[in-house]
Nanobody
């Protein structure tokens, strides 16, 4: 079993930055892709960024050049550095672990709120 615990959400002004962290536990975590989905009110959950154990990455077009995902395998932790935040980035961000660069999600975190004010 894998458990995912997020931290780092909050309220920030447009143009600001936040860093999300997700600490994972469980034997399988080193072989799984990890990353972040987000869900805004009234919208479907969407993939934001994913990273494999070998550090291959994938990003949603809407965050490319602004968000950076990284992974510390020794700490079983994945990070999402979010810069130049926009009001449309406001959502609940969910840490996820799975396969195929997170096209197949096996485990979810509880979610953390990110609110960007204009």
């Amino acid at each position: 079993q894998v458990q995912l615990v997020e931290s780092g959400g909050g309220l920030v002004q447009a143009g600001g930055s936040l860093r999300l962290s997700c600490a994972a536990s469980g034997r399988m975590i080193s072989i799984l892709a990890m990353g972040w989905y987000r869900q805004a009110p009234g919208k479907q959950r969407e993939l934001v960024a994913a990273i494999t154990g070998g550090d291959s990455t994938d990003y949603a077009d809407s965050v490319k050049g602004r968000f950076t995902i990284s992974r510390d395998n020794a700490k079983n932790t994945v990070y999402l550095q979010m810069n130049s935040l926009k009001p449309e980035d406001t959502a609940v961000y969910y840490c996820a672990a799975g396969r195929n660069l997170l096209r197949s999600v096996m485990y979810w975190g509880q979610g953390t709120q990110v609110t960007v004010s204009s």
